[in-house]
């Protein structure tokens, strides 16, 4: 009988186990793929983790991305891990450098939707300017996942002279949002739920590194950076209301709402301040830099429908929003999930 080495990984066109368990597929995998796609002077030496110098003071967050579906209109679960922790880092007032990857495959996925999330990955990081330097991948039997989950950390370097922190706004500040809400969260949901507008509502999903570095340069006194993620602008503005003690009132009639979503939110009853973002940014500024940090942020490409929608308040009352009608109504925290995986 004729023995034979496995084939090599270029033959295959879907995820088996042995892809996860350690010996020469595993290999195949990472240097035919992972190496050849995210490859650096870091990530190539292969070691169990990855050493680098750094000075000052850094910044470090972790994330897991267990989207459905994997691939959405305007973007796919690759770009939205980097993505979702570049932005974490630089809502830290930091600079991304570095991340890792670790990838949870479903055995059956095929190699080439693994490809694709790969490429996304190496050019979402291309763009943001960071390097993935280490990384894992486990694979798991069929019908054990959800085709794949990923997780991503990240260290950044903290900007010289920045302090951020939900906590340290103040009565008299003003908040500004980088544009449209809703996006995201309504784009996964129709692309779920086979749901069809007029027009296509694609994902939001970008980095934030460049539009925070633009305002920490012209503003280093900002006060709050946050990513209005899952539960949309309404959590993310309650938790800095909690944070801080002071409370909020925002305009409905500044705060950008594309018409497919506010008709995509009335028609499956969902309320768009509650809808997840994946590329927009919250920011608190004292109330004198409002102007000239709006100016700044409407130049920069995260940033074109760039508005002021609200100010901090000297009262405890949390979060309000003064409506259209000229009325004033509660905005609470969300109870439960709205929409379940959606990052």
């Known amino acids: ?44 030496v292969l070691h169990d983790g990855a050493i680098f110098e750094s000075a000052g003071k850094l910044a470090f967050s972790t994330d897991s991305f267990v989207v459905n579906p994997i691939f959405f ?35 059956g996925l095929p190699m080439d939707d693994l490809r694709k999330i790969i490429v996304s990955v190496r050019n979402a990081a291309k763009i943001s300017g960071v390097k993935i330097i280490t990384g894992d991948t486990k694979v ?52 779920r739920e086979g749901i069809q507008f007029e027009t296509t509502v694609e994902s939001d999903c970008a980095p934030l590194n460049t539009l925070v570095a633009d305002i920490c340069n012209i503003c280093p006194s ?4 946050r990513d209005p993620t899952r539960g949309g602008v309404a959590s993310a503005l309650n938790e800095i209301s909690k944070a801080s003690g002071y409370g909020i009132r925002i305009f409905e009639r500044e705060i ?62 949390g979060v309000r929003m003064e409506t259209v009608i000229g009325s004033s109504r509660i905005v609470d925290m969300i109870s439960g999930e709205q929409l379940p995986r959606i990052c």
């Open 222 to 225: 900002v006060r709050v950076f």
């Open 140 to 191: 798991v039997e069929k019908g054990k996942g959800d085709k794949i989950f990923i997780n991503t950390s990240g260290v950044g370097s903290v900007i010289s002279g920045v302090t951020v922190s939900p906590d340290s706004c103040k009565p008299g500040d003003m908040i500004l949002l980088n544009g449209y809400i809703g996006d995201h969260g309504i784009a996964i949901i129709s692309s």
């Open 1 to 44: 009988m004729e023995l034979n080495c496995p084939v090599p990984i270029s033959r295959y066109n879907k995820v088996v186990l042995g892809h996860g368990g350690g010996g020469k597929l595993s290999g195949d995998l990472i240097e035919g793929l992972m190496i050849k796609e995210l490859g650096n002077d870091m990530l190539n």
């Open 73 to 107: 209109p305007g973007g796919d679960i690759g770009e939205l891990a980097v993505y979702g922790t570049v932005n974490d880092i630089s809502c830290c007032g930091a600079t991304p450098l570095y991340l890792s990857l670790s990838l949870i495959i479903e055995e």
């Open 256 to 317: 950008p709402v594309r018409d497919e979503v506010r008709g995509a939110c009335e028609i499956l009853g969902f309320d768009p301040l509650y809808v997840a973002n994946e590329g927009k940014l919250i920011v608190i500024v004292p109330g004198e830099d409002a102007d000239r940090v709006l100016e700044v942020m409407k130049k920069n490409p995260g940033g074109g429908d760039s508005a002021i929608i609200g100010e901090v308040t000297g009262d405890k009352t």
